[in-house]
T-cell receptor, first 113, second 116 residues
Framework: SAVISQKPSRDICQRGTSLTIQCQVD?????MFWYRQQPGQSLTLIAT?????????ESGFVIDKFPISRPNLTFSTLTVSNMSPEDSSIYLC??????????FGPGTRLTVL | AQKVTQAQTEISVVEKEDVTLDCVYE???????LFWYKQPPSGELVFLIR??????QNEISGRYSWNFQKSTSSFNFTITASQVVDSAVYFC?????????????FGAGTQVVVTP
């Protein structure tokens, strides 16, 4: 298994600002992912964070809005840029371990006013 | 494209009743994984089980059991003798080889409410 931590756990931000969310895994993993969960909804994949290369974004998500870094095999960041109230969601990072199971971090609850 | 359907939006039961959550999936992959996750009110996503497409054995873990039937593309989850702590949203998810290995397609989730 893997233990994942995220910072911050929650934040309230003003419209037009940016927030960077950090994700730390307790072991080296190849694949890390970022998901968004809008209020009362299921999880939607934003992007796959690849170490040493650019992130791969899903349809509907762009790098300018959600830049992602993956400097090493245990750490990734997601920035939510130029925020609007529609960005209010839970943002979760996950990693895939050798058993092909994905484990999730505790999530970052973001409220944009 | 892959798709996961959880038709039950919410299920309410009284403690000690059994509850079964349905999950139906669609995929063109012959190799894939199915998962169940639990999301309690605190928000974290807790891994419950992973099943690969070649293993149709049913599984039991304590009060939890899973019924995988490839013929009907279903992977149903039963909680026996439910408890208040089982109150949560439960998600079924699918990961296949075609659409980027490791990427999870989630169902809409089923809210389980267990009352004393």
């Amino acid at each position: 298994s893997a233990v994942i931590s995220q910072k911050p756990s929650r934040d309230i931000c003003q419209r037009g600002t940016s927030l960077t969310i950090q994700c730390q895994v307790d072991s080296q993993v190849t694949m890390m992912f970022w998901y968004r969960q809008q209020p009362g909804q299921s999880l939607t994949l934003i992007a796959t964070a690849n170490q040493g290369s650019e992130a791969t974004y899903e349809s509907g998500f762009v790098i300018d809005k959600f830049p992602i870094s993956r400097p090493n095999l245990t750490f990734s960041t997601l920035t939510v840029s130029n925020m609007s109230p529609e960005d209010s969601s839970i943002y979760l990072c996950s990693c895939r371990v050798s058993t092909d199971t994905q484990y999730f971090g505790p999530g970052t609850r973001l409220t944009v006013l | 494209a892959q798709k996961v359907t959880q038709a039950q939006t919410e299920i309410s039961v009284v403690e000690k009743e059994d509850v079964t959550l349905d999950c139906v999936y669609e995929t063109r992959d012959t190799t894939y994984y199915l998962f169940w996750y639990k999301q309690p009110p605190s928000g974290e996503l807790v891994f419950l089980i992973r099943r690969n497409s070649f293993d149709e054995q049913n599984e039991i873990s304590g009060r939890y059991s899973w019924n995988f039937q490839k013929s009907t593309s279903s992977f149903n989850f039963t909680i026996t003798a439910s408890q208040v702590v089982d109150s949560a949203v439960y998600f079924c998810a699918l990961s296949g080889v075609t659409d980027s290995w490791g990427k999870l397609q989630f169902g809409a989730g089923t809210q389980v409410v267990v009352t004393p």
